[in-house]
């Protein structure tokens, strides 16, 4: 019995596709820490999780039977990859499905801040009537500058446009400017012209630290802030002193270093009971039309995984694009990509009587995955064969 476990409150989408696909599925609303997860990962070959869940190489080494992972988020940065692809274990992830539910938050809390909505909201829930324009200014005609031109930088820039902004960006990839978007050589020239400034990251180590005293001093006085990446690229010690000095006039945070792992649990923040200030519990990609997209995208890649084989979109391993199977098994082939890996398989199917029907080779990076599609069974020593040659990181039968 194939058996899947889905943490943190998945779309129940989720949970049909995978049980139509004959999957036995256990779900929990709530993320595991390491001991938790290495328990019930036991006999588990499928994960599904979002960024609480912290898939570490213990947590891999505990799970044989597992063959792949589902992060129904944008990140992966909460799974050790590495450690996955040396094991033979499949990652996908949702690069595109909640990019919108982001920005139009990016684009309400930008008006929010600029406005001034949250001091005029607590203001009147306390019975004081605060009638004033004092600081708030409209987003038209005001400078945004996008830190990260990815797939939520862009359609921010988009958007952004089209309310009046001018909008700058910077990347350290190269990237096609959209609509009027103005490239910045760095990111201090970015700073030096932007009203607001917003971050939209990935989460590779070597964006932890991005943001901090330093950068807030390069701002210009009375800018905005937005934090909707990731918690550990920015210094919110810094930014709080920086709001409490009134160089900056206000802030929205989405993310942070520290995170509860479940509803309901603790919190706290530096940026507490600070003026202007929005925080928000990490649901920028958390809308019912964002968690259906996700749950359905996502589920549908760890079927045709299992299914075909196919690893298009996967985030570690090499990408083919698989259709049905032409012959009567399919031999999934993940390996060390080193040479003459292709000719011992094909050599050992020769060797034995095996017709080939089809076959797909891709790389990349240290890693080699070839399928091939037989004519015939597949004789118990062929496995074992193949399964031992020194490359071999996995062999998967589809029948």
Known sequence: MLRALLLENLHPLATTILESEGAEVTARSGALDEDELVEALQGVHL??????????????????????????????NQIDLR??????????????SNTRSVVELAIAEIIALARR?????????????????????????????????????????????????????????????????????SLDELLAVADTVTLHVDGRPGNAGLFGAEQFAKMKRRALFLNLSRGFVVDYRALRDAIVSGHIAGAAVDVFPDEPKRRGDPFDSELRGLPNVILTPHIGGSTLEAQEAIGQFVSNKLRDYLRTGSTTLSVNLPNLALDARTGAHRLAHLHENTPGVLAGINQALAEHGVNIEGQLLSTRGELGYVVTDIGSGLEPAVRAHLEAMPQTIRLRVLS
């Open 117 to 185: 909505l949250t001091e005029r909201d607590r203001a009147l829930h306390a019975g004081v009537w605060d009638k004033t324009a004092e600081g708030a200014h409209e987003i038209r005609g005001r400078v945004l500058g996008i830190v990260g031109y990815g797939n939520i930088g862009t359609q921010l820039s988009v958007l952004a446009e089209n309310l009046g902004m001018s909008v700058v960006f910077y990347d350290t990839a190269e990237k096609l400017a959209l609509g009027n978007a103005r490239r910045m050589a």
């Open 83 to 96: 450690a996955a692809s040396r094991r033979g274990i499949a990652v996908f992830n949702a690069p595109f």
């Open 47 to 76: 994960l599904g999780i979002r960024s609480k869940t912290q898939v570490t190489e213990r947590v891999l080494d505990a799970a044989p039977d597992l063959l792949a992972i589902g992060a129904y988020c944008i990140g992966t």
